[in-house]
């Protein structure tokens, strides 16, 4: 089965730093793009960053960029998203996801179940 | 940068109607379009992309059509586990990146 899992929900304080993961699993993590988004509490869907693992190649969010980090370890079928300095507008729930290509056209076609990340004083 | 517009907002109706969702593109993306439902506490699930082709496993209640600017999404007989909210999604391929619309919420009447 395709899957992609999450780590578990995070409580930190404004200025910390955090590093989330996503692992796959039931197909060749290297051959697929692996992007992040985030929800804020109650609000939209916010594409973050997406990253190829094959080679690392990345790209960003104008909104996002200089703000998160995006990574990938092909070595355990990884990827992340990390903090330098936590803010409390950073609190939302933040979901990983493939990037499908089929038939010329791309959409995420698997997610993670989302991990929380809630920062606070 | 492509802004995604969706509308309505929310939208209210009664299980067996049919409903239509709309996202329109701030300029032309091609068939670069996806939908997604998401219901709550849980991730979105893909439903189409190439603004017509349906994901694995969606019932073909679900039809997206358009191209260029104007999209839809068509739920032919709403039932009960599709109240949701729906989002539409361009995908660029060179940058890289993705901008979904807003979403509309679909409520029961």
């Known amino acids: 089965e395709v899957q992609l899992v999450q780590s578990g929900a995070e409580v930190k304080k404004p200025g910390e730093s955090l590093k989330i993961s996503c692992k796959a699993s039931?197909?060749?993590?290297?051959?697929?793009?692996i992007g992040w988004v985030r929800q804020m509490p109650g609000k939209g869907l916010e594409w973050m960053a997406i990253i190829n693992p094959g080679d690392s190649e990345t790209g960003y969010s104008p909104s996002f960029q200089g703000q998160v980090t995006i990574s990938a370890d092909k070595s355990i079928g990884t990827a992340f998203l990390q903090w330098s300095s936590l803010k409390a507008s950073d609190t939302a729930t933040y979901y990983c996801?493939?990037?499908?290509?089929?038939?010329?056209?791309?959409?995420?076609?698997?997610w993670g179940q989302g991990t929380t990340v809630t920062v606070s004083s | 940068e492509i802004v995604m517009t969706q509308s309505p907002a929310t939208v209210s109706v009664s299980p067996g109607e049919r409903v239509t969702l709309s996202c329109r593109a701030s300029q032309s993306v091609s068939s670069t379009l996806a939908w997604y439902q998401q219901k709550p506490g849980q991730a979105p699930r893909l439903l189409i992309y190439?603004?017509?082709t349906r994901a694995n496993g969606i019932p073909a209640r679900f039809s997206g059509s358009g191209s260029g600017t104007e999209f839809t999404l068509t739920i032919s007989s709403l039932q009960f586990e599709d109240f949701a909210v729906y989002y539409c999604?361009?995908?660029?391929?060179?940058?890289?990146?993705?901008?979904f619309g807003g979403g509309t919420k679909v409520e029961i009447k």
């Open positions: 190439g603004a017509s």
């Open positions: 999604q361009h995908y660029n391929n060179r940058p890289p990146g993705l901008t």
């Open positions: 039931g197909y060749s993590f290297r051959s697929y793009w």
């Open positions: 996801a493939r990037r499908l290509w089929s038939d010329g056209y791309y959409a995420m076609d698997v």
